[in-house]
């Protein structure tokens, strides 16, 4: 069974950074992509950022410069670094799998998830 567990979510003043982990078990081969999805109160969940298998990573346009994803094969884990976070970033974070579709950007398709993480919320004060 594929489940995902996410952690590093926090509160922390605008300007601030956090990392956010993804532990992924239930699967021994690297899925075609990874990705970190995010739902602030109110609105729909929107994708963040993905990685593809060789490890290129792609993030949405409104994080770029400040959201970097990576991944370790080794440990089955993705990772999603925030720097400089602002209160528009508040949101449950989820990390998703991609194991069967060959997508490259999977962040902007929730329709090639095979499963979902339970979410880490972040909490950015001004």
């Known amino acids: 069974q594929v489940e995902l567990a996410e952690s590093g979510g926090g509160s922390v003043q605008s300007g601030g950074s956090l990392r956010l982990s993804c532990v992924g078990t239930?699967?021994?081969?690297?899925?075609?992509?990874m990705a970190w999805f995010r739902q602030a109160p109110g609105k729909d969940r929107e994708g963040v950022a993905g990685?593809?298998?060789?490890?290129?990573?792609s993030v949405r346009e409104s994080v770029k410069g400040r959201f970097t994803i990576s991944q370790d094969n080794a440990k089955n884990t993705l990772y999603l670094d925030m720097t400089d976070l602002q209160p528009e970033d508040t949101a449950m974070y989820y990390c998703?799998?991609?194991?069967?579709?060959?997508?490259?950007?999977?962040?902007?398709?929730?329709?090639?998830?095979?499963?979902w993480g339970q979410g880490t919320q972040v909490t950015v004060s001004s």
């Open positions: 998703a799998v991609d194991l069967y579709f060959p997508h490259r950007a999977c962040y902007t398709d929730e329709t090639v998830v095979l499963q």
């Open positions: 239930g699967y021994n081969y690297r899925p075609y992509c």
């Open positions: 990685i593809a298998s060789d490890g290129k990573g």
